[in-house]
């Protein structure tokens, strides 16, 4: 057994991580970082960036969202069931963290919204500009990954610090002393034990997207059935583990939910192509919600988890790819290549031969259906309302955007199934809005703090997708304030 001894602990180097350890170290605490994998920067570095309020680039963009309107929107959408001082606090802190980062050396491309869309009912409506995109390393088009270039600079940031990395070594046990946190266990690839003693613990292990077993037992998805999220390798679980058998308390943890295809990243063009507002339709072939607002990938997420069988399908004709190859897609995404449409074909032909599950192709809407597995004379009866509907330039169900509506008339008629997705889990630690780990009768257990998704609580039913780039937000936020707690609680020791 090795011994270490030093004042925090850091359980993990993802996002959160990261920002803790950096904050803490500015503050002058001795930090050791203990982190499962040989890298930093954990699920971050599939990610474009964080949330921000209130930034320099904000303000030279002309964006005059504040902390405090976003905070009502933010409250106002999860019916205030959520820590209010919490969710103040971290936007409050968000504007100057992105500052912090750009000291830090990083990068931005600049400010966005996730989506826009009409509707009706104004507060879910239209994203906020509060998604601080991160210039890739090395220029070029931000995309996904690009965010690595974030989680580079702070890595080097820590370093500079003093911070020490300890790789490929996970924690697997939180030591507590007379109801005090007083180290950790942690194991390496050699299976060889360190016990490692600190004045406060600070867990941010990503959550238990990667553990199908921790998915099913906690929000009732079944993963590769239900469920297609990400499985960043690594994310297990552990942090929620070992908080709970330290007496933390439990809150009942999601999962941050989207829609995608199965394997997307390997059929990228495809997940983009068919996120256009054509036709969307359920297994029995029925139209389930105003396709104008599939840019909200949270909602549609929750439309798809409430449909038979838990999948939807996208459907639009061989007029409508013509008019995306010629004009664009009706609806961009900020994710997906801007050129999808010119590599159409070539994905497309490829994974039919493939014969890649989730998409088919058929010259009649009868076959398109039986290919796909959607119920025939549901489908058939409802392009037949839907083209009607269209020829009158007007959505009688659902008030549609008349712009998207194009009837489905001309075959071949394209089809791909779409299931719900995540890009991880959220939530599962009780913790304040110092972000100190509490037990379930909300007394603080001395030492201990949980921050990112593992302690991530305040989206309530479904993550706010109006405010985007905010798990990234609420990961660098509440990292950076456990730090800094975790720091002055060590100069009163
Ligand atoms: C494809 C994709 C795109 C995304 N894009 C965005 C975006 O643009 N904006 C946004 O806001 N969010 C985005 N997200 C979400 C965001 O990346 C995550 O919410 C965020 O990275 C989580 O940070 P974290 O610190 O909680 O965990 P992570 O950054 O995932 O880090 C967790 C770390 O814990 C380590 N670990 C696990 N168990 C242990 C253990 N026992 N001991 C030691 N270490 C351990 C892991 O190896 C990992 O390094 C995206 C996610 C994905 C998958």
Redo the contacts with the bound molecule.
């Keep these: 057994m090795k011994n270490i001894n030093t004042d925090v602990i850091v359980?993990?180097?993802?996002?959160?991580?990261l920002a803790a350890c950096i904050a803490a170290a500015e503050n002058g605490a001795k930090v050791v970082v203990?982190?499962?994998?040989n890298t930093?920067?954990?699920?971050?570095n599939?990610?474009?960036?964080?949330?921000g309020i209130g930034s320099s680039i904000q303000k030279n963009q002309m964006v005059n969202l504040t902390p405090g309107e976003a905070f009502r929107k933010h409250m106002y959408f999860t019916h205030y069931k959520v820590d209010a001082r919490m969710v103040r606090d971290y936007y409050y802190k968000s504007g100057d963290t992105i500052d912090w980062l750009m000291d830090m050396g990083v990068e931005f491309a600049g400010v966005q919204r996730a989506f826009s869309a009409d509707e009706a009912t104004r507060p879910y409506s239209d994203g906020e500009f509060t998604?601080h995109v991160v210039k890739p390393e090395g220029g070029g088009m931000p995309g996904?990954r690009s965010?690595s270039a974030m989680t580079k600079k702070m890595t080097e940031r820590a370093v500079e610090l003093g911070v020490e990395f300890i790789y490929e070594t996970?924690?697997?046990k939180i030591i507590m002393e007379d109801g005090m946190v007083a180290g950790v266990i942690?194991k390496d690839k050699d299976g060889q034990e360190t016990e490692a003693r600190a004045k406060a613990v600070i867990i941010?292990?990503?959550?238990f997207g990667e553990n199908p077993e921790m998915i099913k037992e906690l929000t009732g998805y079944e993963f590769g059935k239900t469920i297609f999220n990400?499985a960043?390798p690594?994310?297990?679980g552990?942090?929620l583990r070992m908080a709970w058998e330290a007496g933390a308390g439990r809150t009942q943890p999601s999962m941050?939910l989207m829609y995608q295809l199965p394997d997307n990243m390997n059929h990228f063009i495809l997940d983009g192509a068919f996120r256009q507002p054509c036709l969307w339709v359920n297994r029995n072939g029925q139209r389930f919600m105003p396709e104008d607002q599939i840019g909200n990938t949270t909602f549609t997420g929750n439309a798809i988890t409430s449909q038979p069988g838990m999948i939807a399908y996208s459907i639009f004709d061989s007029k409508l790819l013509k008019k995306y190859k010629k004009k664009g897609p009706d609806m961009v995404s900020h994710v997906h290549p801007h050129d999808l449409y010119d590599h159409f074909d070539e994905q497309w032909e490829k994974d039919l031969e493939a014969g890649y599950e989730p998409i088919a192709q058929a010259d009649t809407i009868e076959e398109l259906a039986e290919k796909a597995g959607i119920d025939v004379a549901g489908l058939v009866a409802q392009v037949d309302e839907y083209n009607e509907m269209c020829e009158a330039g007007y959505d009688e169900i659902f008030e549609k955007n008349r712009n998207y509506m194009q009837p489905i008339e001309k075959g071949p008629f394209y089809c791909c199934r779409q299931n719900v997705g995540a890009?991880?889990s959220v939530g599962g630690i009780l913790i304040n809005h110092k972000t100190e780990v509490m037990d379930q009768d909300s007394r603080v257990i001395p030492s201990l703090y949980a921050v990112?998704?593992?302690a991530c609580n305040i989206y309530g039913e479904s993550y706010p997708f109006i405010l985007s780039?905010?798990?990234?937000?609420f990961?660098l936020n509440s990292?950076r304030i456990a730090g800094e707690n975790a720091a002055i609680l060590i100069e009163e020791f």
């Design positions: 359980v993990a180097a993802g996002l959160s991580g203990f982190e499962k994998s930093t920067g954990g699920a971050a599939m990610g474009m960036g964080p949330l998604w996904p965010a996970p924690v697997n942690a941010a292990t990503g959550g990400f960043i690594g994310m297990r552990d942090g941050e890009y991880g990112g998704t593992d780039g905010n798990t990234m937000g990961c990292g």
